[in-house]
């Protein structure tokens, strides 16, 4: 038996069996070649234990994570969870209280300066120069991130088109609507072409037109290279993301593909058809062996730890006078649902995200 590399490959003469050495087998002329697969890049973002504490509040608590070049990843949680002071840690803008945290290799606090110019951020309020023109806002901006002269003006132009910017050129900045000031806001990022961008709640008090335009560039972007990390409170959206983080009181409680977050819960959803529904959503919250009760497309939906038990036991005795039962259904979680269990700890109904 003779082993022969080359080219990256393992041929073994004379032998056809299929055991697996770390690569993958390619059938040629009655041989088996073992090629091996490229190596997985280098995380792109590497947090380890990253916190932040403002004087007794600990803003972010010994959040870990990686993530991988051209991602789309959504960082979710409730209004001081936490979300914007990460981003500004990352940013370089605030600094860490513990931990590390690292872009492209490079410690984002003690090597900020070297940092700022591979990303760019896009703020949750609009922070750009109402006084100044779209065109003089982009230029102003290119300058900052020192693009080369020559190559500024085509990129402002490649920027106005792909933002649909061109009509607006010479219109101030602060005249320009919400949905047309966010994309300015994220053409000023992209003005130096960054391999990663932050985006806090991009697409926050937009009409869905423009929720969506933003969400197809950033679609875009992700198909070139380019990594997008994404604050957003919109479970629609977080859906689109390739993976999510879960952020409660400063703390990581999960991070998967909304897939495996969605197959995590144990028990399926229980939506229950009664009238009138407001005082139901009360009512069945302070029922015994319930978790939670929210109003999804009229009907109450129960969160429980053993739902088809607690229905078994409203048949047979409903304990609601007031209230009129027209029956149930039952429905897959989405990623309201999760958020909702993580955000509300309702453990008894998640497990192991599933693959």
């Given at each position: 038996?003779?082993?022969?590399?080359?080219?990256?490959?393992?041929?073994?003469?004379?032998?056809?069996d299929?055991?697996?050495?770390?690569?993958?087998?390619?059938?040629?002329?009655?041989r088996?070649?073992?090629?091996?697969?490229?190596?997985?890049?280098?995380?792109?973002?590497?947090?380890?234990?990253?916190?932040?504490?403002?004087?007794?509040?600990?803003?972010?608590?010994?959040?870990?994570?990686?993530?991988?070049?051209?991602?789309?990843?959504?960082?979710?949680?409730?209004?001081g969870?936490?979300k914007?002071?990460?981003?500004?840690?990352?940013?370089?803008?605030?600094?860490?209280?513990?931990?590390?945290?690292?872009?492209g290799?490079?410690?984002?606090?003690?090597?900020?300066?070297?940092?700022?110019?591979?990303?760019?951020?896009?703020?949750?309020?609009?922070?750009?120069?109402?006084?100044?023109?779209?065109?003089e806002?982009?230029?102003?901006?290119?300058g900052?991130?020192?693009?080369?002269?020559?190559?500024?003006?085509?990129?402002?132009?490649?920027?106005?088109g792909e933002?649909d910017?061109?009509?607006?050129?010479?219109?101030?900045?602060g005249?320009?609507?919400?949905g047309?000031k966010?994309?300015l806001?994220?053409?000023?990022?992209?003005?130096h072409?960054?391999?990663?961008?932050?985006?806090?709640?991009?697409?926050?008090?937009?009409?869905?037109?423009?929720?969506?335009?933003?969400?197809?560039?950033?679609?875009?972007?992700?198909?070139?290279?380019?990594?997008?990390?994404?604050?957003?409170?919109?479970?629609?959206?977080?859906?689109?993301c390739?993976?999510?983080?879960?952020?409660?009181?400063?703390?990581?409680?999960?991070?998967?593909?909304?897939?495996r977050?969605?197959?995590?819960?144990k028990v399926?959803?229980?939506?229950?058809?009664?009238?009138?529904?407001?005082?139901?959503?009360v009512q069945?919250?302070?029922?015994?062996?319930?978790?939670?009760?929210?109003?999804r497309?009229?009907?109450?939906?129960?969160?429980?730890?053993?739902?088809?038990?607690?229905?078994?036991?409203?048949?047979?005795?409903?304990p609601?006078?007031?209230?009129?039962?027209?029956?149930?259904?039952?429905?897959e979680?989405?990623?309201?649902?999760v958020?909702?269990?993580?955000?509300?700890?309702?453990?008894?109904?998640?497990?192991?995200?599933?693959?």
């Amino acid at each position: 038996m003779i082993l022969r590399k080359k080219s990256g490959e393992i041929s073994r003469g004379g032998f056809d069996d299929k055991r697996d050495l770390g690569g993958r087998a390619l059938l040629r002329c009655g041989r088996v070649f073992w090629k091996h697969p490229a190596p997985m890049p280098a995380p792109i973002i590497v947090l380890d234990g990253l916190q932040k504490t403002f004087r007794d509040t600990r803003a972010v608590d010994g959040v870990s994570l990686a993530i991988a070049p051209g991602e789309i990843f959504g960082f979710l949680g409730a209004n001081g969870a936490g979300k914007t002071t990460t981003i500004r840690m990352l940013c370089g803008l605030v600094k860490p209280t513990g931990g590390s945290a690292t872009i492209g290799g490079r410690e984002v606090w003690r090597e900020r300066y070297e940092v700022r110019t591979k990303f760019g951020y896009v703020a949750q309020k609009f922070s750009l120069y109402p006084d100044l023109t779209v065109v003089e806002n982009l230029r102003f901006f290119g300058g900052a991130y020192r693009v080369p002269r020559e190559r500024l003006e085509a990129r402002i132009e490649k920027l106005l088109g792909e933002m649909d910017l061109t009509a607006k050129r010479d219109a101030m900045a602060g005249a320009l609507s919400g949905g047309m000031k966010q994309l300015l806001a994220m053409a000023c990022a992209l003005i130096h072409e960054p391999v990663l961008l932050f985006l806090d709640e991009p697409t926050s008090g937009l009409d869905p037109v423009h929720r969506q335009q933003i969400w197809d560039l950033l679609y875009h972007l992700a198909h070139d290279g380019t990594t997008i990390f994404v604050t957003t409170h919109y479970m629609d959206e977080a859906e689109r993301c390739t993976s999510v983080g879960f952020l409660h009181a400063g703390r990581l409680l999960a991070r998967e593909t909304p897939r495996r977050l969605k197959a995590s819960f144990k028990v399926p959803v229980l939506d229950m058809h009664v009238e009138p529904v407001m005082p139901a959503l009360v009512q069945l919250r302070a029922a015994p062996g319930v978790l939670g009760v929210s109003l999804r497309s009229g009907h109450g939906r129960v969160y429980a730890a053993d739902p088809r038990a607690l229905v078994a036991q409203w048949q047979e005795r409903w304990p609601f006078p007031g209230l009129t039962w027209h029956g149930h259904s039952w429905a897959e979680p989405d990623m309201e649902d999760v958020f909702k269990a993580y955000s509300q700890g309702y453990h008894a109904i998640l497990g192991e995200a599933a693959p």
